[in-house]
Every structure is written in structure tokens, then in C-alpha cells.
């Protein structure tokens, strides 16, 4: 199927677009904390009203999420492993907020387990340990691989993307990257397994959440990266602000990219009332295509949607006399 809309390309310069533990368990290792992207919510085996239900896979059942962090990887002082027969347990030590939060949230039943999300990705889920009070605390339920990712995320490390086979003919995938200092959440766009690329457009769509919008901001294609699509080549990219488009072009030849290569990246913000879990999915209608040395289509497959999770802002709960 042909697809046209809006396309960079020689001779179409002038587009108006800005470019821009058990009792004797054993310590692994202990390290400190140096901010990250790690965000902790309460969550549940059972219903709870307000919270979000969550797929584990095929074979593992659900979980319901609270739909806000009760604190995030800033506000973790100090962690570190332990090995017990049960298999890893994490020890945290938090800040006095969190651990307010923290005690808060338990006092109203809000859940005795915790979910475990990076950039928006649901990474792990643990039990939290019955004796957990004050700035310290137990996970408990997390394998030992898990554990170590959590725990390099806290460290301030970014783990590439685990690859992915490859496939039989190109993948455009979206992935979170973080919040920007402004607080905006970040989406980068990546196109894998494909060969004689000359040109490319992208456009994406936002749905889901329970209320509210998550907005698009500012796009932006980052050519100096070493994974972008037309490294070290003559090419034209723009970023089109007001139609939600990202696109290059090659002056001349094609690439071949077997492995992920970045396209650009998409920032958005939650309106005041946004809450929920938002879906941000490729546009397969015009406004997205890659082409080759002829200009003619190729057929690409599109990843599943990049999850962005937003919550309202926390209420304070007085009990009543």
C-alpha cells in the first residue's frame, strides 16, 4: 500500500519546519544511591479501587497498581541484596518524606506489594516485608536478575535496550526514555531490521489513561547520536512541531541498519488532570512510512505501544475522630 503525506527530500528544503531475607542471609553488595528512573508504586493481588490492572503474561496472573509513585529512586538513601532461601531480598533505606508516605500508605491497606517501574515499563513486582517500618524496608519475591537491574537503575546506570531477534522485515518501535528536567516524558522512536532505507516519516498517536491528556511537546532528531539512522551521512532531517512529524532523507545511496537505529524522539505532557496509564503507538496511517532508493514503500511492522504512567497529585488524608 502507498502511503503519501508530508516528506523531507531534495529540493523540498523550504518546509517551514524548526529542526532542532531470611535471619542469615548473606550481604552482595551494597551501593549507594545516585538518582535514577526508578519509580515505586503500591500494588495488589486483589481489585482496589483507583488502582490499575496490570498484565504479568501469559502464565502470571494480574496486578493492580496504584496509578502514582509513592517515591521514586531519588529518595533512596542506600540498597543492597541479600541471598535467603527464598531467593533475593532487596533492603532499601529511604528518606524521611518517602518513608512518611510510605508508613501512610500502609496504615490505609493500600497494597502489600510493590511494582517496580522504569520509564514508564513495568520491570519487576516484589512482596513488601512485614517488618518494613520506618526509613527501612524489604522486597522480597524478586529474582536475582531483576534485583541487580533494579539496583544498577538506582546507581544511576541505563542498561541498552536487551536485543531483540531479528526480524523479517523492519520493526518501529517507541521507547520511554525518562522525564526531561522540565518534567516532561520522553519517547524515543527506533526502526530495526531494515535494508535499502533512503527515506523515512514518522507520526504517532496517544490514547488511554483514565482522565485527562498526555499532550505532544517538542520533537526533536538528534543526529549526532551513534546509533542515528543516517550516521556519518549526507542527509536532510526536520522535525515537523506542528504536524507531529519526525522525517530524513539521504542526498544520495541507502542504509542498511540490521540493529535498532534511532529516528528521533517525541516529548509529551500530562494535562492537570491526567491519571492513568497512557498508550503512545506508531501512526499507521500517512503519516508514517520508510522508503527506498526509488521511493518506493516499504512494508514495516510496529512494536507495542510505549506506556506512560501518569497519576493525579497525592491527597491528604486526615482520620477521622
Same mark, same amino acid.
Given at each position: 500500500?502507498?502511503?503519501?503525506?508530508? $516528506?523531507?527530500? $531534495?529540493?523540498?528544503?523550504?518546509?517551514?519546519?524548526?529542526?532542532? +531475607?531470611?535471619? /542469615?542471609? !548473606?550481604?552482595?553488595s551494597v551501593r549507594e544511591t545516585k538518582g535514577g528512573v526508578v519509580n515505586f508504586h503500591m500494588a495488589s493481588t486483589t481489585p482496589i479501587n483507583g488502582y490499575d490492572k496490570v498484565s504479568l503474561g501469559t502464565d502470571n496472573g494480574v496486578l493492580y497498581v496504584g496509578p502514582r509513585a509513592v517515591w521514586t529512586s531519588k529518595e533512596v538513601v542506600s540498597a543492597r541484596t541479600t541471598d535467603s532461601a527464598d531467593g533475593a531480598v532487596m533492603e532499601l533505606t529511604l528518606s524521611p518524606e518517602a518513608a512518611q508516605r510510605l508508613s501512610s500508605e500502609l496504615k490505609h491497606k493500600s497494597g502489600d506489594r510493590l +511494582?517496580?517501574?522504569?520509564?514508564?515499563?513495568?520491570?519487576? &513486582?516484589?512482596?513488601?516485608? #512485614?517488618? &518494613?517500618?520506618?526509613?527501612?524496608?524489604?522486597?522480597?519475591?524478586?529474582?536475582?536478575?531483576?534485583?541487580?537491574?533494579?539496583?544498577?537503575?538506582?546507581?544511576? @546506570? /541505563?542498561? =541498552?535496550?536487551?536485543? +531483540?531477534?531479528?526480524?523479517?522485515?523492519?520493526?518501529?518501535? %517507541?521507547?520511554?526514555?525518562?522525564?526531561?528536567?522540565?518534567?516532561?516524558? %520522553?519517547?524515543?522512536?527506533?526502526?530495526?531490521? $531494515?535494508?535499502?532505507?533512503?527515506?523515512?516519516?514518522?507520526?504517532?498517536?496517544?490514547?488511554?489513561?483514565?482522565?485527562? @491528556?498526555?499532550?505532544?511537546?517538542?520533537?526533536?532528531? @538528534?543526529?549526532?547520536?551513534? *546509533?542515528?539512522?543516517?550516521?556519518?551521512?549526507?542527509?536532510?532531517?526536520?522535525?515537523?512541531?506542528?504536524?507531529?512529524?519526525?522525517?530524513?532523507?539521504?542526498? *544520495?545511496?541507502?542504509?542498511?541498519?540490521?540493529?535498532? #537505529?534511532?529516528?528521533?524522539?517525541? &516529548?509529551?505532557?500530562?494535562?492537570?488532570?491526567? =491519571?492513568?496509564?497512557?498508550?503512545?503507538?506508531?501512526?499507521?496511517?500517512?503519516?508514517?512510512?520508510?522508503?527506498? #532508493?526509488?521511493? !518506493?514503500?516499504?512494508?514495516?511492522?510496529?512494536?507495542?505501544? =510505549?506506556?506512560? #504512567?501518569?497519576?493525579? =497529585?497525592?491527597?491528604? /488524608?486526615?482520620? @477521622?475522630?
Amino acid at each position: 500500500m502507498r502511503r503519501t503525506g508530508w $516528506v523531507v527530500a $531534495v529540493g523540498m528544503v523550504s518546509i517551514g519546519v524548526t529542526m532542532v +531475607a531470611s535471619a /542469615r542471609a !548473606e550481604p552482595r553488595s551494597v551501593r549507594e544511591t545516585k538518582g535514577g528512573v526508578v519509580n515505586f508504586h503500591m500494588a495488589s493481588t486483589t481489585p482496589i479501587n483507583g488502582y490499575d490492572k496490570v498484565s504479568l503474561g501469559t502464565d502470571n496472573g494480574v496486578l493492580y497498581v496504584g496509578p502514582r509513585a509513592v517515591w521514586t529512586s531519588k529518595e533512596v538513601v542506600s540498597a543492597r541484596t541479600t541471598d535467603s532461601a527464598d531467593g533475593a531480598v532487596m533492603e532499601l533505606t529511604l528518606s524521611p518524606e518517602a518513608a512518611q508516605r510510605l508508613s501512610s500508605e500502609l496504615k490505609h491497606k493500600s497494597g502489600d506489594r510493590l +511494582a517496580i517501574y522504569s520509564d514508564g515499563k513495568l520491570l519487576t &513486582s516484589g512482596t513488601l516485608g #512485614a517488618g &518494613s517500618t520506618g526509613g527501612r524496608f524489604t522486597i522480597a519475591g524478586i529474582n536475582s536478575v531483576n534485583t541487580e537491574q533494579v539496583l544498577k537503575l538506582l546507581n544511576g @546506570e /541505563r542498561p =541498552a535496550p536487551a536485543p +531483540a531477534p531479528l526480524p523479517a522485515g523492519p520493526v518501529i518501535s %517507541l521507547v520511554p526514555a525518562g522525564q526531561s528536567p522540565d518534567g516532561r516524558y %520522553l519517547v524515543e522512536v527506533f526502526v530495526q531490521g $531494515v535494508t535499502d532505507l533512503r527515506t523515512y516519516q514518522i507520526g504517532v498517536v496517544v490514547t488511554g489513561g483514565t482522565s485527562g @491528556e498526555l499532550l505532544r511537546d517538542e520533537l526533536q532528531i @538528534e543526529k549526532t547520536r551513534p *546509533d542515528f539512522v543516517f550516521r556519518d551521512q549526507d542527509a536532510i532531517s526536520a522535525a515537523d512541531q506542528v504536524g507531529g512529524r519526525l522525517g530524513g532523507v539521504l542526498v *544520495d545511496g541507502v542504509v542498511n541498519r540490521p540493529g535498532a #537505529a534511532y529516528l528521533g524522539t517525541y &516529548s509529551f505532557h500530562p494535562s492537570p488532570d491526567a =491519571a492513568g496509564t497512557f498508550q503512545v503507538s506508531i501512526d499507521t496511517g500517512p503519516k508514517s512510512f520508510l522508503a527506498g #532508493a526509488g521511493n !518506493e514503500i516499504v512494508e514495516f511492522r510496529t512494536a507495542p505501544a =510505549a506506556l506512560i #504512567a501518569v497519576g493525579p =497529585a497525592p491527597t491528604q /488524608r486526615t482520620n @477521622e475522630k
